[in-house]
């Protein structure tokens, strides 16, 4: 079945420089690679998706990009803020099957 | 409109005793999951509701854990014989049927048996 990783699991990074997160995953099958946000004490939140017919896809200032001959995916946040500060989790799917894979997530910390 | 919801927001048991966590999803939402997250891991899937089709429960740990769905609305994820290694935040997310890849998670239930 389906396998993603995430890395790195802790990543700290100065208020105003960029992020990057990678996930790799596993079953070429996978077509829909979604990002999700987790602040303390509160669910997951979607915060930007890509299809695998599309290779890159931006939204302010985060952005993911797909690489589907590698099958590893990144989310890139710039300009990073402390309100950025959270667990972020990628996972990956198939048309054919409902279930999210997912990664196990990045620590992302904002120093001021 | 209203999130999901999710009750109790904490909770403490003692080993063996049995609980109950709720989850009300988004109105119109037909498909309703349940997730585990144990301290500073990721997210195990544990079942899967879609309207009146059969759920998945192929992510149930074991046999003590059970889930319903009445009415196609709320959920409830129960626990039996509760075990330390149940300690969790138990999370449950809603979607569309249409749009199953985008979950709407509730804060969950923070499970702590002592």
């Known amino acids: 079945g389906e396998n993603v990783e995430q890395h790195p699991s802790t990543l700290s990074v100065q208020e105003g420089d960029s992020a990057v997160i990678k996930c790799t995953y596993s079953d070429s099958a996978s077509n829909y690679f979604p990002w999700y946000k987790q602040e303390l004490g509160k669910g997951p939140q979607l915060i930007i998706d890509?299809?695998?017919n599309v290779g890159e896809k931006k939204d302010q200032r985060i952005a993911v990009t797909l690489n589907k001959t590698a099958k590893h995916f990144s989310l890139h946040i710039t300009e990073t803020q402390p309100e950025d500060s959270a667990v972020y989790f990628c996972a990956a799917r198939m048309d054919s099957n409902y279930q999210l894979i997912w990664g196990a997530g990045t620590k992302l910390i904002i120093k001021p | 409109g209203a999130g999901v919801s999710q009750s109790p927001s904490n909770k403490v048991t003692e080993k063996g005793k049995d609980v109950e966590l709720r989850c009300d999803p988004i109105?119109?939402?037909?498909?309703l999951y349940w997730y585990r997250q144990s301290l500073g891991q990721g997210l195990e899937f544990l079942i899967y509701f879609q309207g009146n089709s059969a759920p998945d429960k192929s992510g149930l740990p074991s046999d003590r854990f059970s889930a319903e769905r009445t009415g196609g609305s709320v959920s409830t994820l129960t626990i039996q014989r509760t075990q330390q290694e149940d300690s969790a935040v138990y999370l449950c997310?809603?979607?569309?049927?249409?749009?199953?890849?985008?979950?709407?998670f509730g804060p969950g239930t923070r499970l702590t048996v002592t």
């Open positions: 997310a809603s979607s569309l049927i249409t749009r199953a890849y985008e979950q709407y």
């Open positions: 890509i299809r695998s």
């Open positions: 109105s119109g939402h037909t498909a």
